[in-house]
């Protein structure tokens, strides 16, 4: 190549140029030419610099340049100082940025462990790679509007997303129940589902053929103060009666208050072995900045100072400034972790697992409560059960793991004829529900796991309520 040949006729000139140093000069850190106590790229640039006759040395600069320890100053002193680089542990500078995400995420982003995720990119198309099964379309463009191709043609990004639960976060209410039997537990701003196309009706009791006393619009927020899970209590434009939970959407929670604020600052960015490791902390913010259920982390290093083959990011927890409010974190589900722990923490195993054997008409339990919990924990003891147990075992392993799952309770077509009860789980992934039926699996050997209503080859679906 033309340019190759160029180069090297200006270095051969140059390396003939290059002056011989008495050896009596005091002896520097071999390599570290500007006197920052680091072997980097800075100095690669200011001896390059001095074998192309473009700048000078000083005696001391001149002996820490002679990396070979030949007298001369030359380009094999280049090649030795890059091989030096490539073997000398370094910390590298760095731009630190990290931006807290409202919304526009992805229910990807929720089984993140905050130890995995982060990577380095050095293009647009790579960042655009790195963030799309995380957040939306919008936002990550807004990432490769700020990250450009311009921007890459000096440095390298080294960027880390993570999620905060903020059920884990929130302040624990105390729940408390209405006469009727309803609790607090599902309070909060509601607006009618996107099934609701035209108006929902406002019931005179908990019951759907009782008469209406009014509608709600699409779009319309109104305020849930107590439900059973099935209908909710209501007071909007001065009616009081209740909902259909089926037909609403909870968009806020009811005077939300959080025990923390959590954040994740990046400490430092090292060199070491072929590899770039960045080491940052989770930590809680000690003033209130508004939750942000997810941050990205970026950290910025200029592309003359990567030469890893590999970048590590690792995350450690501080603990929170002391605090009037002391929260114990408890799984909802224990009997449910034990089984993951077991079987490992996967969706298709979590379903693998909830296939068990039917019990039979002696086995069936005598007792009258009907909770998600309850039918799941029969199921997690006894290693046998009906379709609520199975469905009940899978919908607690499946929201441990961070889905958007949900136990159904309806009917299927029986070969005798008609319609019998039935349950199955409802996963909601990146816009799509599916149908996740251990039952199905059971009984006809085929696959029951993520299908979808309709589907050909599975049973015709009623559904009648949601019961987790």
């Not at 290059?18 to 106590?37: E, F, Q, R, S």
């Not at 380009?75 to 910390?91: A, E, F, G, H, W």
């Not at 490769?144 to 191709?149: L, R, V």
């Not at 816009?431 to 085929?446: I, S």
Request: proline share 4%; glycine share 8%; charged share 20%.
């Amino acid at each position: 190549m033309k340019h190759q040949k160029v180069l090297s006729v200006i270095l051969a000139s140059a390396i003939t140029a290059a002056t011989v140093m008495p050896a009596t000069i005091c002896a520097a850190t071999k390599g570290d030419l500007n006197n920052d106590n680091t072997i980097s790229a800075d100095d690669l640039t200011l001896l390059q610099g001095y074998v192309l006759g473009r700048n000078e040395f000083t005696s001391a600069q001149f002996t820490s340049a002679d990396i070979n320890g030949d007298g001369a100053v030359d380009s094999y002193d280049v090649t030795s100082l890059r091989k030096l680089i490539l073997t000398t542990p370094r910390t590298l500078k760095f731009k630190a940025v990290t931006d807290r995400i409202q919304s526009g995420f992805t229910d990807a982003l929720k089984k993140l462990d905050i130890q995995s995720g982060g990577t380095v990119v050095g293009s647009s198309d790579e960042l655009k790679k790195a963030l799309s099964p995380y957040f939306s379309e919008s936002l990550v463009k807004s990432y490769t509007d700020k990250y450009n191709d311009s921007f890459f043609k000096d440095s390298v990004l080294m960027v880390k997303p993570v999620y905060f639960d903020p059920a884990a976060y929130q302040e624990k209410k105390e729940v408390t129940k209405a006469p009727c039997g309803c609790t607090s537990a599902y309070a909060g701003t509601y607006v009618p589902s996107p099934a609701v196309t035209e108006y929902m009706n406002i019931r005179k009791e908990h019951d759907y053929n009782s008469a209406s006393l009014g509608t709600i619009l699409p779009g319309q927020k109104f305020t849930i103060t107590y439900s059973d899970g099935h209908y909710g209590h209501v007071n909007i434009n001065g009616i009081s009666g209740y909902v259909n939970m089926d037909y609403v959407t909870k968009v806020e929670d009811t005077s939300v208050k959080y025990t923390a604020y959590p954040d994740i600052k990046i400490n430092s960015v090292k060199y070491a072995d072929g590899r770039v490791t960045v080491d940052a902390a989770q930590f809680n913010a000690s003033a209130p900045v508004g939750f942000a259920a997810a941050v990205i982390a970026q950290a910025v290093v200029l592309r003359k100072d990567y030469y890893a083959s590999e970048t590590n990011w690792t995350v450690s927890t501080t603990s929170a400034p002391p605090t009037t409010t002391t929260t114990t974190t408890t799984c909802p589900y224990p009997l449910a972790k034990q089984k993951l722990d077991e079987v490992g923490w996967d969706l298709q195993k979590a379903f693998n697992a909830s296939v068990i054997p039917y019990y039979g008409p002696n086995d069936f339990p005598k007792d009258s409560k009907t909770t998600m919990q309850w039918y799941a924990d029969y199921g997690f003891k006894n290693g046998k059960g009906n379709c609520y147990v199975m469905a009940a075992m899978f919908c607690e392993m499946a929201k441990l793991l961070g889905y958007d799952a949900h136990q159904i309770s309806g009917r299927v077509p029986l070969k005798a004829g008609g319609y019998g009860p039935h349950s199955w789980v409802e996963v909601k992934f990146e816009g799509t529900t599916y149908v996740c039926d251990p039952d199905f699996a059971e009984e006809t050997k085929r696959n029951g796991y993520m299908i979808t209503y309709g589907q050909s080859g599975t049973w015709v679906y009623q559904k009648d309520t949601v019961m987790s």
